[in-house]
């Protein structure tokens, strides 16, 4: 990790300007490395992940790392955390995505000059990877069809181009 990377992380300093600042010095993602540790290959879901997310701050979208499971707590009670996952039921059917944000969009003609944030998700997977349509990967594509359905941006996505 940059020493930028370190001082951003310590003082809470959002991803997005620590990008923006990198750009504008000159150290893109291209000079140093955007996924630390053994196990991260060069098409993996973790890098393609971190390849879209410097995508997004490029393309001033606002993605976030939605992490869903459940823990139990110091007294024993099982929390549930991430979005969509309200119960064992709903989160075998439906899984919310990988990266989560909005992107800012003007709307129609009648309201010009106002902004709105559509919704965005990002469901990632490694540079490879083709639909299966297994148990896992449904219930991943009926949480995108049930944002697209209302009008956001949602796919599934396997690196920079595909935001």
């Known amino acids: 990790m940059s020493i930028i990377r370190e001082w951003a992380a310590q003082y809470g300093v959002p991803l997005h300007a620590v990008l923006a600042l990198e750009d504008r010095i000159g150290i ?8 630390d540790g053994p196990d991260v ?21 606002k993605l976030f ?21 309200d119960n ?16 800012k969009r003007i709307i129609t003609p009648q309201m010009v000059g106002q902004h709105i944030a559509q919704f965005t998700a990002r469901e990632m997977k490694p540079e490879d990877w083709t639909y299966s349509g297994d148990e896992h990967e449904a219930a991943q ?3 995108i069809e049930l ?4 009008g956001a941006d949602m796919a599934f996505a396997t690196g920079p181009g595909t935001l």
């Open 88 to 103: 064992a039921a709903i989160n075998k059917v439906l899984k919310s995505s990988d990266l989560i944000g909005w992107r």
């Open 41 to 61: 290959t060069h098409g993996s879901e973790a890098r393609q992940q971190d390849l879209v997310r410097l995508e997004a701050a490029q393309k001033d979208i």
């Open 141 to 143: 594509l009926a949480f």
């Open 28 to 35: 893109g993602f291209n000079d140093i490395p955007i996924v």
């Open 147 to 150: 944002g697209l359905a209302d």
């Open 65 to 85: 790392r939605n992490n869903v499971g459940a823990l139990k707590d110091k007294d024993g009670r099982l929390v549930r955390f991430g979005l969509a996952n």
